[in-house]
């Protein structure tokens, strides 16, 4: 009986989720902080994430193309 009083309380919050907001105004209020926060405050650490996956792939690209056929500045050496 537990596991369906529980997944009754599931279903019931998921119908408050979906359910339109009770104060338009201030849920597109709301709604324009978190894209701020989402888009424009989260650059820092995208910077940061694409330097390191940037070194990561110049590392096995140069592993990659040790290749005794191709000429050594190809691999930058």
């Known amino acids: ?9 599931y279903f019931i919050l998921l119908g408050r989720v979906f359910r339109a907001p009770d104060k338009q105004r201030m849920f597109w209020r709301q709604f ?4 701020d926060k ?12 694409s330097v390191f996956i940037g070194a990561i792939m110049t590392m096995q690209i140069k592993l990659d193309m040790a ?3 191709l000429p050594k500045y190809t691999v930058g050496a």
């Open 67 to 69: 290749n005794p056929l």
């Open 1 to 9: 009986m537990a596991f369906l009083r529980i997944i009754g309380e």
């Open 32 to 35: 324009a902080k978190e894209l």
């Open 38 to 49: 989402l888009g424009t405050q989260s650059v820092p650490i995208d910077l940061v994430i």
